[in-house]
């Protein structure tokens, strides 16, 4: 019988330890994700800033237009610090910030593409 409670135990320990390392690794996963949606979000807002600025160069947005878009950029950057103010970014949060830069992209191309010219 005492062998049997030794194996028992060994088997129980071996599960914990087994649930311990997939829980800090769960652990890790969550925040490697909210890191990676992070970097996703700062990635495109330079994607999105670097596009008005070859828009301006090429002459392909007006001064006003300019001013708008990046108005709209600092409107996503505050929400951006907003959202991570608190440490998590729920779902909720995440899908916000993505329908604003959604609707920040698609002003940009709308802008470059509506044939008014810099003057100058």
């Known amino acids: 019988m005492s062998s049997w409670i030794k194996t028992l135990s060994a ?31 700062d990635n495109r807002q330079e994607r999105q800033s670097d596009r008005i600025t070859q828009g301006v160069a090429s002459g392909q947005l007006t001064v006003r237009e300019q001013a708008r878009l990046e108005q709209q950029q600092r409107h996503v950057n505050r929400l951006e610090r907003r959202t991570e103010a608190d440490g998590k970014v729920t779902a909720k949060e995440a899908v916000r910030m993505e329908q604003a830069q959604d609707r920040a992209s698609h002003q940009i191309r709308r802008q470059k593409h509506d044939r008014q010219q810099r003057g100058g």
Do not use: C
Request: hydrophobic share 45%; net charge positive.
């Open 11 to 41: 088997v129980t320990l071996t599960a914990a330890g087994l649930g311990l390392f997939t829980g800090s690794a769960l652990a890790q996963g969550t925040s490697s994700l909210a890191e990676k949606q992070a970097q996703r979000v």
